[in-house]
Nanobody, 112 residues
């Protein structure tokens, strides 16, 4: 059984930065991609970024150039560095491995 725990969310002013972390426990195949999504109440969950086992990164167009995804397979950690945050980035952020396991989410709030 895989268990994921996100951390690093919080309240930040527009233009600020946060680094989200995703700690995984259990057996995670190295072939699985690691990803982040976000959700605002009343809206569908939205893809934010993913990082494949081959190191291929994908980003939501709205966060390109501001967010960077990374992972440390040995430590079973995933990260999302978020810079130049905007109020529209406010959401609960979830991490996933392979779209099979999800964490409980961490709240990110960006004030204008």
């Amino acid at each position: 059984q895989v268990h994921l725990v996100e951390s690093g969310g919080g309240l930040v002013q527009s233009g600020g930065s946060l680094r989200l972390s995703c700690a995984a426990s259990g057996s995670i195949p190295s072939s699985w991609f690691m990803g982040w999504s976000r959700q605002v109440p009343g809206k569908q969950r939205e893809f934010v970024a993913s990082l494949s086992s081959l190191g291929i990164e994908s980003y939501l167009e709205a966060v390109k150039g501001r967010f960077t995804i990374s992972r440390d397979n040995e430590k079973k950690m995933g990260y999302l560095q978020m810079n130049n945050l905007k109020p529209e980035d406010t959401a609960v952020y979830f991490c996933t491995y392979g779209n099979r396991y999800w964490g409980q989410g961490t709240q990110v709030t960006v004030s204008s």
